[in-house]
């Protein structure tokens, strides 16, 4: 295909400069459609073409009709072959605009897959996939079936939330259905699961033809849920390269991005290793890349950029040309993320070789480190951790967002 291809892509978030770096130096044009409060930010502006601003309205939600007739205004003189979401809250907002416009890609059906915690849930236990019990909050009746299945503590959920954002842990019946009710007329927009403790992990991937042709293993040091909500230090690590961990995250997240049919994309998926009966449970998925700066960790330990290669895959395969991911190799490598009382701390302190990334965020202290060593790298993940604690360490409440 030797014309000139649009692609559209979507982000209310300020994330994806590789994407759109790569994006155009591939040859494409590139539109970006992001939120007008976000115009300011510092997008790599030579690799986009044109900006599209949205405001969001009074539930802090996007008008899709109105997106819909700016993108046909659009589309009269200017086509687009390709749509694709950066963000979590975007990836319905894509969908929507592939099947009103008819243009290739993931539908709706599909993308609730990769956005609604509920439909996840479902098709995974469909396909055979092990999940926490778990329940709509539909109707009454199954409500307390699934309280007698299953034994407390129980998490409620927003469906269609990202991250920890609205996730609230309960501990009786009567604490469980006292959240429900107040919930209101919004309790269909949440789902109640068994909470399971356990070591959590990501597996961020890229497929291509349905199939994943990249796949990197890592774990939380600490479950994301419990640094959201008790202030916790955020800390990942690569998995040991060759173990029955990476082989069983692995196998399951393939088994999970083919059941749910991904066909070109980058995903982050998360798991959990029960500590009651060692196996590995589903939590969720998404068909973007992973958030809190995983990709730089993950960039660190395998030499690839997910945001880079994802680009470049979706420009192959619109053009039907074929996509090779380059060279991987296999170092260790972790991240450790924290808010800071300082606006802008001093890092000197920080000094050690193993640093590759340094976060440049005000109130905010974040490192990356790689090493041929998975000690030395939880060796120095420690250390920090200690020295933000005693001189650098804040927290702040998770963020009650509405679902929508």
């Not at 909470?195 to 796949?215: A, E, Q, T, W």
């Not at 029955?244 to 070109?264: R, S």
């Not at 905010?364 to 060796?379: Q, T």
Request: charged content about 25%.
């Amino acid at each position: 295909m030797s014309q000139t291809l649009t692609f559209l892509c979507i982000s209310t978030y300020f994330k994806g400069n590789d994407f759109l770096k790569a994006c155009k130096e591939a040859g494409n044009t590139v539109y970006l459609l992001t939120a007008k409060k976000l115009e300011s930010k510092p997008w790599t502006r030579e690799a986009v073409d044109e900006f599209f601003y949205i405001e969001e309205g009074p539930d802090k939600a996007y008008n899709m009709q109105d997106i819909i007739n700016g993108l046909a205004y659009v589309m009269r003189t200017r086509p687009i072959h390709r749509v694709v979401a950066m963000d979590d809250f975007d990836v319905e907002k894509a969908a929507h605009i592939r099947e009103y416009f008819r243009i290739p890609g993931m539908g709706q059906t599909t993308a609730r897959y990769f956005r609604d915690k509920l439909a996840m849930r479902t098709k995974a236990a469909e396909s055979g996939i092990l999940v926490p019990g778990f329940s709509s909050l539909f109707n009454d009746d199954d409500i307390n079936r699934f309280i007698e299945k299953y034994p407390g503590p129980w998490m409620i959920k927003p469906r269609s939330e990202a991250s920890a954002t609205g996730i609230r842990k309960m501990h009786s019946a009567e604490e469980l259905w006292q959240t429900i009710h107040e919930l209101g007329d919004r309790r269909h927009a949440y789902l109640v699961e068994q909470y399971k403790p356990g070591d959590v992990y990501h597996v961020d991937s890229i497929s291509y033809n349905g199939r994943v042709i990249f796949l990197w293993n890592s774990k939380y040091l600490a479950p994301p849920f419990d640094v959201a909500h008790e202030g916790g230090i955020f800390r990942s690590v690569t998995v040991p390269f060759d173990s029955a961990e990476e082989h069983a995250l692995e196998t399951l997240a393939v088994d999970l991005l083919k059941a749910f049919g991904l066909k070109h994309s980058a995903s982050h998926t998360e798991v959990i290793r029960c500590h009651d009966d060692g196996k590995y449970y589903f939590l969720e998925t998404s068909s973007r890349v992973g958030g809190a700066n995983l990709s730089e960790m993950v960039e660190a330990s395998s030499g690839i950029n997910l945001w880079k290669e994802w680009a470049r895959m979706e420009s192959a395969e619109v053009r039907g040309e074929n996509y090779k991911l380059p060279p991987v190799r296999k170092d260790y490598a972790g991240i450790i993320i924290s808010l800071t009382r300082q606006e802008w701390p001093d890092l000197s302190v920080f000094n050690d070789p193993e640093i590759v990334w340094t976060m440049h965020e005000p109130h905010h202290v974040g490192l990356v480190v790689r090493s041929a060593s998975r000690e030395r790298v939880l060796e120095l993940l420690d250390q920090y951790a200690d020295i933000i604690r005693r001189e650098y360490h804040a927290s702040a409440p998770v963020p009650e967002r509405p679902a929508h």
